[in-house]
């Protein structure tokens, strides 16, 4: 009996021992501690806290992440500002109830829960909403004296809330990752602006980055992300000790989801756990488009998403500098067209579907409705606006805002109604329209009549007359002139300055026409580009098209002086560059001599940097798709200015994509994409940027290159000189004693980059800029394209194009069929 009950015994203290083991903890007593390597896990598995280390660091922290997500996604860091250097981590309860974080390596306390509440017998708990509380165990109320929740690193889970506590003084923001191995706070920020319209914020540093607009009641009045759906409740909580916002699952929801600052892109993003790939899926990212980043239109302007330009100034407000507007840089904003009068009294004019203004400098009262609100507004002359503060039932509460209106746009889907203040007379105008919409329609009889007689009478009248000039008519159409600000020749002047378009005024035959030197009757000397007819564009997108090209603007890019459009004829009128083009340099042995290598670097940086601008920071982003040597002009001080660029889009308006069954572009420079399939896009120039590169360096032309020894393209030459080693004969060809072989090495080397076969593995132009201008090691270039020859086509095409050929200026237009 003895025996039996001794092994019984033994047997449940077995299993007592086991049992503890075998289920994880998920709280910690006074008495107990956790040191590195060991974990809690919440009661239902969900989520982990231990001891981690980020990327490659070695660095340790305390943290909190998904239990069973393999590729470990930490949702919370105890210590962000101060890791432990080794594995010594050892975290316990200390001073009553404190969660402390020790190092005990070097016994320093790393981190403290310096929790303001003390418990009589704390239990420190991981929940498994991946909130970590402090509970009192006497107490029987559910609230906590400490939670993690409170201090959100860069990870909102459901159920967190983001604002502000006033009693507590907590303010509750996001605040991204320094690094994807360094958890500190980086300078993304998100949280709420505590004013008297509240509203998320996201922070750049101490810029304002984005502002998702007031709470409706229903949303906030930017962000359509946020509005209800079926599996997200969202709360907002304004009143005198709390402000915040939260979103929790639905009860019957079992979706995994989270929302995290990405210290790499500067967005929001909110993913959700998708079980079967095992992946996290972006479900939301914000900033959405453009018209979400700050201020982007300045003040009192609309930002709308699909016009063009984006940026409109508000009805009868006009750009503050038309100038730097007609640039797209709308940073200053608009104007009102007229002052307001607040002695005569002023009127209001109602706009619908935007996000409300930046509520910093604006005044709230949820008791009135609109009718108080506007005569709220009406009597402070700083009132700009007013607008309901919650449209639920009708709409109810008050809003005014004073000084500029900054940052609204219009929301898809969204948006809701504000009341902007207008001179009175504008508003006359505005109704004064309506009315006369009315009086028209009734009319509309008797206009009609009228209308055929004065049709007639025009037909008549303009048969007589020709067509002077199709911009004026356009004018007089009610074409929008004011738009442009780039002059208009007359026919008969371009013909005078060109004498008469002069074989011997013609300074050579590009891709799109011809082009003749010139004077104007001011002594100023200007290139005249005569588009060839076959574009078989209109007037209208001519116009467009050279509106676009006139806004891009850079040191690098030859500037447009004016246009001309008459009598079937399109010209574009350039500043004259005495020293012409490029290719009448590097491929002539005495002039050449004149460009030692530092000139030769400064003629490669600037066409690398005209070209970045033109993919890149123009806005509009131009795919050059003809660059080479006699497209880049030579000014006084031999700085290169890239000429042609636009030009492409004229001639192949209709295609928006990169594909295209018309190939412009030149034998030698052309890609092995755009050349066989048409397919074009930014690496389509920088693989032309890397055989003007090789020229440039060489001295040799890339089409009809030839080597006594082979029978290798230019291409393939260097890349057979690069993999023996002798890429140093290329620098032999410069005859410069003064150049530094390791930048033009270099500079061969970025070539070999950008003329690889696979358009996804040339680099950018921002990286050929920064390859350029710095010296950190550069990624082997994997085998080029057109090692042999220098294009496809050429075979075929060159019978037709004898003689021509020895010049490198004819530009392919080929039509392909589909
Ligand atoms: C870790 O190392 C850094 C730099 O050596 C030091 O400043 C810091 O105090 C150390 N931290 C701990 C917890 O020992
Ligand atoms: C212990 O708590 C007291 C008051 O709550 C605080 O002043 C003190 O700094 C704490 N000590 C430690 C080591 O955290
Ligand atoms: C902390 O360090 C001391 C001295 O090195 C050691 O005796 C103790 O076991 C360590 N404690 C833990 C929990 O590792
Ligand atoms: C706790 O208090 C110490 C000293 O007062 C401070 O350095 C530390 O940042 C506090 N920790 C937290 C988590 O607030
Ligand atoms: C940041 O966003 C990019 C693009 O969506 C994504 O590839 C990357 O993994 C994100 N980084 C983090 C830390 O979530
Ligand atoms: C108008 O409103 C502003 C902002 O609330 C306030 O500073 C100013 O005193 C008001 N002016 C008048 C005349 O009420």
Not at 241 to 247: I, K
Not at 437 to 448: C, D, H, N, P
Not at 481 to 492: I, K, N, Q, T
């Amino acid at each position: 009996m003895d025996r039996i009950l001794a092994f019984l015994f033994i047997i449940t203290k077995l299993l007592l021992f086991l049992f503890k083991f075998s289920t994880a903890l998920d709280s910690i007593s006074p008495s107990a501690f956790l040191i590195d390597g060991k974990t809690l896990v919440s009661d239902k598995g969900t989520f982990e806290l231990g001891f981690f280390s980020p990327g490659i660091s070695k660095k340790s922290y305390l943290g909190i992440w998904y239990k069973n997500i393999p590729d470990r996604t930490i949702v919370w860091v105890a210590n962000r500002l101060n890791p432990i250097n080794d594995s010594s981590g050892l975290l316990k309860v200390a001073n009553c109830s404190d969660l402390v974080l020790l190092s005990n390596s070097t016994n320093t306390v790393v981190w403290s829960s310096n929790s303001t509440k003390k418990a009589k017998s704390p239990l420190w708990q991981l929940l498994d909403s991946g909130n970590l509380v402090l509970r009192d165990k006497d107490d029987g109320s559910s609230g906590f004296l400490w939670q993690s929740f409170d201090y959100p690193c860069d990870t909102m889970l459901p159920g967190m809330k983001i604002g502000w506590d006033l009693r507590a003084g907590l303010d509750r923001r996001l605040s991204s990752w320094k690094s994807s191995d360094d958890p500190s706070p980086g300078d993304f920020k998100m949280g709420l602006e505590q004013e008297s319209n509240p509203e998320v914020v996201a922070w750049k540093g101490s810029k304002k980055q984005y502002r998702s607009g007031p709470w409706n009641g229903v949303g906030f009045s930017g962000s359509t992300e946020f509005m209800p759906n079926p599996v997200f409740d969202f709360t907002f909580v304004s009143n005198n000790v709390e402000v915040y916002y939260t979103f929790n699952l639905k009860s019957e929801s079992t979706v995994i989801t989270r929302s995290v600052l990405n210290h790499t892109t500067y967005d929001r993003q909110c993913y959700t756990w998708n079980e079967e790939a095992q992946t996290w899926e972006l479900q939301v990212s914000v900033p959405r488009d453009r018209c979400d980043n700050y201020g982007l239109c300045g003040a009192n302007a609309n930002c709308i998403f699909n016009a063009t330009p984006v940026c409109q100034c508000l009805e009868t407000f006009k750009p503050k500098s038309p100038e730097e507007w007609n640039n797209m840089d709308w940073s200053q904003g608009c104007v009102r067209n007229k002052e307001l009068d607040c002695q005569k009294g002023d009127g209001f004019i109602k706009f619908d579907g935007l996000k409300l203004p930046d509520a910093t400098h604006s005044w709230v009262n949820k008791d009135m409705n609109l009718q108080e609100c506007k005569a709220k507004c009406l009597v402070n002359c700083s009132c700009m606006a007013y607008s309901n503060l919650d449209i639920r039932g009708g709409g109810s509460g008050c809003a005014n805002w004073f000084g500029d209106l900054m940052d609204i746009r219009l929301v898809p889907g969204g948006g809701q109604e504000l009341y902007i203040r207008m001179h009175a007379s504008e508003i006359g105008d505005r109704e004064a329209k309506a009315k006369m919409k009315i009086a028209a329609i009734a009319t509309a009889a008797f206009v009609f009549i009228l209308g055929i007689l004065t049709i007639s009478y025009h037909i008549l009248k303009e048969k007589a007359k020709f067509a002077e000039n199709d911009w004026e008519n356009d004018k007089n159409n009610g074409g929008q002139r004011e738009d442009m600000e780039l002059p208009l020749f007359a026919f008969s002047a371009i013909a005078d300055a060109t004498n008469n378009f002069s074989v011997n005024n013609k300074l050579g035959e590009g891709g799109f026409g011809p082009v003749y030197r010139g004077k104007l009757e001011d002594g100023q000397e200007i290139a005249v580009k005569r588009l060839s007819r076959r574009s078989g564009q209109g007037f209208n997108e001519f116009k467009n098209e050279v509106i676009l090209i006139n806004k891009l603007q850079h040191r690098n890019l030859v500037k447009l002086l004016g246009c001309c459009s008459q009598r079937e004829e399109k010209m574009l009128i350039y500043e004259y560059m005495p020293n012409r083009s490029l290719d009448s340099f590097i491929f002539d042995e005495t002039k050449g001599r004149l460009l030692d290598w530092s000139r030769r670097f400064n003629i490669i940086s600037g066409i690398a940097r005209g070209l970045l601008y033109l993919h890149q920071d123009s806005r509009l982003r131009i795919i050059h798709r003809d660059l080479k040597a006699s497209n880049v002009l030579l000014d006084d001080h031999m700085n290169p200015k890239i000429s042609d660029f636009g030009l492409a889009r004229m001639f192949v308006a209709d295609q928006t994509e990169g594909d295209t069954s018309r190939v412009v572009g030149t034998y030698g420079y052309m890609a092995p994409e755009y050349a066989t399939d048409g397919l074009f896009s930014v690496k389509s120039d920088v693989f032309s940027f890397g055989v003007l590169l090789l020229e440039i360096i060489s001295g040799k032309k890339s089409k009809g290159f030839y080597h006594p020894d082979h029978s290798l393209s230019l291409i393939g030459h260097t890349w057979r000189l690069w993999n023996e080693g002798d890429a140093s004969e290329l620098i032999d060809a410069l005859r410069d004693e003064s150049c530094n072989p390791s930048e033009v090495l270099r500079c061969v080397h970025i070539s070999l980059l950008c003329v690889q076969q696979h358009p996804d593995d040339r680099p950018s132009m921002a990286s050929v800029v920064w390859m350029l201008g710095g010296d950190s090691a550069l990624p082997n270039p994997k085998e080029p394209a057109f090692l042999n020859d220098r294009g496809p086509l050429e075979s075929s095409s060159s019978s037709n194009k004898v003689g021509l050929s020895s010049t490198n200026e004819i530009t392919v237009s080929v039509l392909e069929p589909r």
